[in-house]
């Protein structure tokens, strides 16, 4: 954990898009924005032509988006953006489902911006409208947060690191680093956190083993917001040893489905973690995208990964771990907030009576989960 740092919480694009507005607005030299969707509704537009005046005031903008998340992308826009002076690369242009290979489903699903090395983004919250949501439903909850501090150190150098890597493979030899690679070593705040990435080479459990960290070390409440929760044998167990030495454990999950696979193989798990004292809840008022984490009101998770095999196991990851009460009491009240607002509660004799069918469709589909899983060339170690 490094200190010297002041963190804000970001809720939603209402909080997030302004913000990150306005520091590419006032970036001097570089900016490195790495999204999974770049959508271009309205807020889309409204980031990409930021950026665009940005570039036009001699601005250095490498972005950097994922082939799959940005698949349905014209590259007119894509064009549009080079010729306004931006520099564009595409992460894994988007490979067929029907392949068996097994780079497919490794994807790059950071959400990071860094301007100028002093001003970082890290969140949940890709480039799309919060209202960009099928029947009109509600905003989407995400959450981001806006970093400045010693942590920028490592922000720029994550960044920097897998664009010059993405240089290479598209054989693009043109210098892009501007500023010198050591920053001023200043201190905006006086709190802690530290960077967590997850990738497929040095960095792969990286996230993983932060979260069972601190399901390890709570005493008192364990408080988990995840869009996409599908833990491995692992978790589950450190979660069940939690709850038995009296840690209340509390799962806010998505109660709209989404993604249809991994609604239903979520579902497989719910009979044990609720047999095993663990609290679920189900957002219901709109889609709940967040992946962030609360434990004993002093640690706080918040960033891109998902608590499923696609994140811990497969996709590029970004999130940011934060040691202090005030924010981390600032992020729980917030979730509380939510699941007072728009949740139902999943009691484990509700459960097992009235969703004989769920069930049994659930279970059939994490097996197919797990088999998909094999073809992507994870063994059951690994998975679990």
């Given amino acids: 954990m490094s200190g010297g740092n002041h963190i804000i919480l970001l809720r939603d694009g209402a909080e997030y898009f302004p913000a990150l507005e306005t520091a590419i607005d006032e970036a001097q030299h570089e900016i490195y924005l790495q999204t999974y969707i770049f959508e271009l509704d309205h807020t889309g537009i409204r980031i990409a032509n930021a950026l665009k005046r940005a570039a036009q005031r001699g601005v250095l903008v490498c972005l950097l988006l994922d082939g799959f998340g940005c698949r349905t992308m014209e590259k007119s826009h894509l064009q549009g953006m080079e010729q306004a002076g931006m520099q564009v690369m595409i992460y894994r242009p988007k490979i067929s489902p029907w392949t068996f290979k097994r780079s497919r489903l490794r994807r790059m699903h950071r959400k990071m911006a860094v301007i100028d090395g002093r001003i970082g983004f890290v969140g949940g919250?890709?480039?799309?409208?919060?209202?960009?949501?099928?029947?009109?439903?509600?905003?989407?909850?995400?959450?981001?947060?806006?970093?400045?501090?010693?942590?920028m150190q490592s922000?720029?150098?994550?960044v920097i690191s897998l664009w010059r890597k993405m240089s290479w493979l598209h054989l693009r030899t043109k210098l892009t680093n501007r500023l010198p690679l050591t920053l001023p070593r200043e201190k905006t705040g006086n709190m802690h956190a530290r960077l967590l990435l997850r990738d497929n080479v040095m960095q792969r459990r990286a996230i993983e083993n932060a979260y069972l960290e601190l399901i390890h070390r709570a005493q008192k409440e364990i408080l988990i917001a995840n869009a996409y929760f599908l833990p491995g044998l692992r978790f589950r167990h450190a979660l069940r040893d939690a709850a038995k030495r009296g840690v209340r454990v509390i799962l806010l999950l998505q109660g709209r489905v989404e993604y249809v696979l991994l609604d239903y193989a979520s579902h497989a798990l719910y009979s044990s973690l609720l047999a095993d004292g663990i609290e679920i809840y189900e957002y219901q008022r709109s889609f709940m995208h967040s992946k962030v984490a609360v434990v004993d009101g002093r640690w706080a998770m918040v960033g891109s990964s998902?608590?499923?095999?696609?994140?811990?196991?497969?996709?590029?990851?970004?999130?940011?771990?934060?040691?202090?009460?005030?924010?981390?009491?600032?992020?729980r009240e917030d979730l509380w907030r939510a699941m007072k607002d728009g949740t139902s509660k999943v009691t484990l004799s509700d459960w097992q009576r009235q969703h004989h069918f769920k069930r049994l469709l659930s279970w059939l589909v994490y097996g197919l989960v797990r088999v998909m899983m094999g073809f992507a060339g994870y063994s059951d170690k690994r998975a679990e």
């Fill in 306 to 331: 998902n608590i499923d095999p696609f994140s811990l196991m497969m996709s590029l990851e970004a999130n940011v771990l934060v040691d202090d009460f005030a924010f981390a009491g600032n992020l």
């Fill in 125 to 151: 919250i890709n480039i799309i409208d919060d209202n960009n949501t099928p029947d009109h439903i509600p905003p989407r909850v995400d959450y981001a947060v806006r970093v400045e501090g010693m942590l």
């Fill in 155 to 158: 922000m720029r150098h994550s």
